[in-house]
């Protein structure tokens, strides 16, 4: 079966602080992922999604990066973070080129202060 | 969209008595559908489905509707109970370059009262 891990779970980091969250998928190849963003008591807006290694695709600007060091990997950055990056940071994946359910890790929640 | 940045609306319930969410979505070549649900601090969670082939999917407790004619879907729960509190979640499949998008609506929090 294919899981989806996330970590790590929480996180409370100061301004101006580099970021980095890991995301790995389990029991399937080549799967497209994805990282969303939500703010508290906000919908899911989507940050950025990777159908293949080393190939990103960007939704919106924004003070973050990402990166697909290999197949079942989903790595968000940031060199220099702002208040306004706090939030509960979702990866997700699918499977390529299929019509389907998208699944969900549990989350990362990134506290800015 | 714009959705992700409003305060998420609020449909409160009388525990036991039937909810119902509704969904407007954006692109009529938009081919699949999905309803999650988000528990506070988790993941969402797929709840149901549905094709744009049918009009009506039931699952255990759930229905989800499809008007393809006003792009409208909605989530019927039945016999709401405390457990449903959450966020819910529609999403729209369209195909681009990645092959398939689900797009995601603004979300509706439903609140069980006991």
């Known amino acids: 079966s294919q899981t989806i891990h996330q970590w790590p779970a929480t996180l409370v980091q100061p301004v101006g602080s580099p970021l980095s969250l890991e995301c790995t998928v389990e029991?399937?190849?080549?799967?497209?992922l994805y990282w969303y963003r939500q703010a508290a008591g906000r919908g899911l807006q989507l940050l950025f999604y990777?159908?293949?290694?080393?190939?990103i695709s960007s939704e919106v600007p924004q003070n973050l990066s990402a990166s697909r060091p290999q197949d079942r990997q989903f790595i968000l950055s940031s060199k220099k973070l702002l208040l306004s990056d706090s939030g509960f940071y979702l990866c997700?994946?699918?499977?390529?080129?299929?019509?389907?359910?998208?699944?969900f890790g549990e989350g990362s929640r990134l506290t800015v202060l | 969209g714009e959705s992700v940045g409003l305060h998420l609306p609020t449909l409160s319930v009388q525990e036991g008595d039937n909810s119902i969410i509704n969904c407007a979505y954006s692109?009529?070549?938009?081919?699949?559908f999905i309803w999650y649900k988000q528990e506070s601090g988790k993941g969402p969670q797929f709840i149901i489905d549905?094709?744009?082939?049918?009009d009506k999917r039931q699952g255990q407790r759930v229905t989800v509707l499809l008007n393809k004619t006003v792009k409208h879907l909605s989530l019927q729960i039945a016999a709401t109970q405390p457990g449903d509190s959450a966020v819910y979640f529609c999403?729209?499949?369209?195909?681009?370059?990645?092959?398939?998008?689900?797009?995601f609506g603004g979300g509706t929090r439903l609140m069980v009262k006991p």
């Open positions: 997700a994946w699918n499977r390529a080129l299929r019509t389907g359910e998208l699944f």
């Open positions: 549905i094709r744009s082939n049918m």
């Open positions: 990777s159908v293949g290694i080393g190939q």
């Open positions: 999403a729209e499949n369209i195909a681009n370059n990645a092959g398939n998008m689900l797009t």
């Open positions: 692109n009529s070549a938009s081919d699949y």
């Open positions: 029991g399937t190849s080549n799967p497209n």
